[in-house]
């Protein structure tokens, strides 16, 4: 089975693309390895890759050639708001399915063969607070302040705008909220 991976290899979120291109390949090696999917008779899974270079425009590009040249079933990717919406419409224009992730849910069509795999910032960031107050009470530890490292133009506005939000729901106060920017 032949998929395709849209993601940024490069640009603004390069960063991101390559951990996602990582954790998608050790996924695809160990379905391969387990005897490949079962319900197609253990056919094993072989994707090419496309760098859309964290532009909508060449994501739609590459999701074009994946489908009509390199002949994929499926495309994962891309990553990212303004490619995921791109890119979307030709999903269903080429009926092929599109699993998307990492963008905010901001697709207000209904779309038959896309999905965003994406959750809700604010319930991750409220998981994490979650996991963090629940290992501080563990070790009874005490708040005095909270440091958001990562800061960057991609996810940085999101957090500082939700994280204080998040922490307020868990009887921290936002003032101990540092935020490197």
């Given at each position: ?59 739609v590009s590459e999701f074009e050639?994946l489908v009509t040249s390199k ?111």
């Amino acid at each position: 089975v032949k998929i395709g991976l849209l993601l940024p290899l490069s640009g603004v979120l390069g960063v991101q693309g390559t951990d996602a291109r990582q954790g998608i390949e050790f996924a695809i090696e160990e379905i391969n390895k387990g005897g490949g999917i079962k319900s197609l008779g253990g056919a094993k899974i072989e994707y090419v890759l496309a760098d859309d270079k964290s532009m909508a425009a060449t994501s739609v590009s590459e999701f074009e050639r994946l489908v009509t040249s390199k002949k994929v079933s499926l495309v994962i990717g891309p990553y990212g708001t303004s490619g995921i919406k791109a890119v979307f419409p030709y999903a269903d224009r080429y009926k092929v399915p599109l699993i998307s992730f990492g963008g905010a849910p901001v697709l207000t069509e209904a779309y038959s063969y896309g999905r965003n795999m994406q959750a809700l910032p604010s319930n991750v960031f409220g998981a994490e607070v979650e996991s963090a107050v629940a290992l501080m009470q563990e070790f009874n530890l005490s708040i005095d302040k909270v440091a958001v490292i990562g800061y960057d133009v991609a996810g940085g506005p999101m957090h500082k705008s939700l994280i204080p939000d998040v922490m307020e729901k868990f009887g921290m106060s936002s003032k101990k909220i540092v935020i490197n920017e």
